[in-house]
């Protein structure tokens, strides 16, 4: 597996990728925003950074992170992560979430990365937390804020 970047020859498999069961992406799925709007995101703001996430050749996965402000204060956040419906429960979710928190530790001034999932997002939460990461207590917009410290 590796993390690659996102190119005019392969944005639209990027943009294709989906967590919705019927495999059709929409703009607003369950747990996370379709990669189409995060990659249109990214394009209006130079602060995020997207990556695809190949595996044996496909790509399964993206996710987009960077710095964000936090009550005045610049931290680094992974912002989207999904691995598409069709390659889910395989164990890519969390090899993949190891190579991008390689990659984020690597960045300019990160010591930690935060991140925010929903309350009923019981397997996300489950990787974050096997990877380390700790629950604060503080919800944004009705989000819990997750934290691991490099
Ligand atoms: C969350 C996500 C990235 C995980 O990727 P994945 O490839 O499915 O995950 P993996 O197969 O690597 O690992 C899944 C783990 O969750 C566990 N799990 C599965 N369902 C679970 C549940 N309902 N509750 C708790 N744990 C669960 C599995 O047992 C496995 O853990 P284990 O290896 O310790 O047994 C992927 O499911 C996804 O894209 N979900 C939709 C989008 C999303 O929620 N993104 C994160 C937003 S914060």
Avoid at 29 to 40: G, H, I
Avoid at 68 to 81: A, I, K, S, W
Avoid at 114 to 134: K, M
Wanted: with cysteine; proline share 2%; glycine share 6%.
């Amino acid at each position: 597996m590796k993390l690659i970047d996102i190119t005019k020859e392969n944005y639209v498999q990027v943009a294709m990728l989906t967590t919705n069961e019927d495999m059709k992406p929409t703009v607003l799925e369950r747990y996370v925003t379709s990669n189409a709007f995060s990659m249109a995101q990214s394009k209006y703001s130079d602060k995020w950074i997207t990556k695809a996430v190949e595996q044996d050749g496909s790509i399964i996965g993206f996710a987009m992170y960077g710095p964000t402000d936090l009550n005045g204060e610049t931290v680094f956040q992974l912002c989207r992560f999904m691995i598409d419906i069709r390659s889910q429960g395989k164990g890519y979710g969390k090899e993949a979430l190891k190579l991008i928190l390689d990659e984020m530790k690597q960045l300019d001034g990160c010591n930690a990365v935060y991140l925010s999932i929903e309350p009923e997002n019981e397997r996300a939460r489950h990787i974050y937390e096997q990877a380390g990461f700790v629950c604060l207590d503080m919800e944004i917009c009705g989000e819990l804020l997750f934290k691991l410290a490099f």
